[in-house]
């Protein structure tokens, strides 16, 4: 029987809600590296074996972007209640030898500052060398649908059985192939315990699940790689026709499903805020992410630097997962991780 639609985008918010979010960084990738070569002899992607460090990565981080998180609740449907600084991201970009790039990000709430001490939160990590590229995803299961749900799931949380789901995968031209391991843990995890969330994971015996998924053709090996090569021939085209970018799409693969990003549209803004620091251009560029099959559509916004040292680098998401929820994110190198 088939799923609803309303079942169908609980799966996209709760397992791809940090996912959606790596929209906030993937501009400040645009040096780091572009897609395979078109004329690189396919391969075939093998299970990866769980391991209790592969969040760490292997390709060395060359810039990295911190994030101060606000959240907008929305109790009735006619207002808003706005609380900044409830939880951080970090983004990274790495590179190394033989054109060997990747991403990673690293985004959530706060217990010890979000209202009623929601914690939110997940990572992934996407690494690419030759024709071949490791996708890491840490996240919890969190499939409310309204504020009365995330808020009864807070106090169920505190009583232990916190359910964590760590997805790897190696993604070739031809397919995906992703080892999907959930545990139910005693007790619960912020953002800043990644390294004791793993080791608590590799702990739990549970049997993990193999998918294997074709990679969509000219599809790239995740979103993060998507978008920063949205972002970064975006930008190129403000500086060299001063004029903002024209809508694309580009096909990718994560997980179980084929997915379409497109830049539905794009702006330049000149001498905009964010964080209490002026710029003299951004490109603001608003995104819809869909999996192929499905019907709803996750929409996100970023604006990143066209000018300088700082060219490329992300100043600002929002994104709104629920319609009682949204996020923002604004630079701030201040977050702790």
Known sequence: MPRPA?????TLSAAAFPVALAALGLAGAAAAGRAATPGAPPAQAQAPEFSETAYEGTVPV?????????????????FWITRDGVGGARFRVRRGEDGA???????????????RGINRWGSILEETRGGTTTVVGVMKKSDEETLGEA???????RQGGVVYKMIQASVTRVESVARVTIATLAR???YRELGALMAAMAADHSAPRIRVTPTPPGGRPGLLTSVAELLRDGVD??????????????PYVYYAKQYDVKLASASVEKGASYGGVTY?????ASFELRARGESWTERFTIACAVDGDEAGA???VSYQPRWWLAVELVRDDRERF
């Open 6 to 10: 309303w079942r169908a985008r609980i």
């Open 62 to 78: 060359v810039a990295e972007y911190r994030f101060r998180m606000a959240g907008k609740v929305r109790p009735l449907l006619f």
């Open 101 to 115: 790039y990747g991403y990673d990000l690293l985004i959530g709430s706060d217990p010890a500052r979000a209202p």
């Open 151 to 157: 808020e009864s799931n807070v106090d169920r949380e």
């Open 188 to 190: 619960d995890y912020t």
């Open 237 to 250: 085209t403000v500086r060299r026709t001063g004029r903002a970018p024209g809508s694309r799409s580009l």
């Open 280 to 284: 003299p251009r951004l490109l603001r």
């Open 314 to 316: 992300p100043v600002f």
